[in-house]
């Protein structure tokens, strides 16, 4: 059974920085890409970033990029989003998916449970 | 950026009854490689979306039947034949053709 479970959510202060965990079981972990997608509160779903298998691979929107970096150990079956210079947009709920993508397309087919950051002073 | 745009926003459904939700994107979505990836989405109150649909109508490992995924190019629909209590919650519409990947807005169905 394939299980994401997402953790290092919690209250920033504007500028701050936060680092989210996704553990990862159930599948060979090193074989597919990996995302986060956030939910703000009340809103839809928003794309963060996306790493390949290998994790040489990576991608961002232009709302996050500079500021957000997707990484991800193999070894430990773990992905990782480091959050810098925060702002009060990004609070959300951080998913990570499991992604199905070959060269970048494809289908996020598992999602975690997601964690709650909030940006506030 | 391709934009993926839902109608309608809302859609209450009387139990057993048909729901339809379109969602059209701004631009083929028509990969090279010849597929389309558009998906479909539920996220049921409270919970983490959820995959119904990928490339366009193919059902995942788990979903009922009921649902089904059609379109082509920039226009697809996702009908649920016979609306179940459980099916209330917001659906999604999800393009990952091109970075970055986008979603639509959403759409709400609930129970008359």
């Known amino acids: 059974e394939v299980q994401l479970l997402e953790s290092g959510g919690g209250l920033v202060q504007p500028g701050g920085s936060l680092r989210l965990s996704c553990a990862a079981s159930g599948f060979t972990f090193s074989s597919y890409a990996m995302s986060w997608v956030r939910q703000a509160p009340g809103k839809g779903l928003e794309w963060v970033s996306t790493?390949?298998?290998?994790?040489?691979?990576?991608n961002y929107p232009d709302s996050v990029k500079g500021r957000f970096t997707i990484s991800r150990d193999n070894s430990k079956n773990t992905l990782y989003l480091q959050m810098n210079n925060l702002r009060a947009e990004d609070t959300a709920v951080y998913y990570c998916a499991k992604a199905v993508l070959l060269s970048g397309v494809g289908y996020f087919d598992y999602w975690g449970q997601g964690t709650l950051v909030t940006v506030s002073s | 950026d391709f934009v993926m745009t839902q109608t309608p926003l809302s859609s209450p459904v009387t139990l057993g009854q048909p729901a339809s939700i379109s969602c059209r994107s701004s631009q083929s979505l028509v990969h090279s490689d010849g597929n389309t990836y558009l998906s479909w989405l539920q996220q049921r109150p409270g919970q983490p979306p959820r995959l119904l649909i990928y490339k366009i109508s193919n059902r995942f490992s788990g979903v009922p039947d009921r649902f089904s995924g059609s379109g082509a190019g920039t226009d697809f629909t996702l009908e649920i034949s016979r609306v179940e209590a459980e099916d209330v919650g917001v659906y999604y519409c999800?393009?990952?053709?091109?970075?970055?990947?986008?979603f639509g807005q959403g759409t709400k169905l609930e129970i008359k």
């Open positions: 999800m393009q990952a053709t091109q970075f970055p990947y986008t």
């Open positions: 790493i390949s298998g290998s994790g040489g691979s990576t």
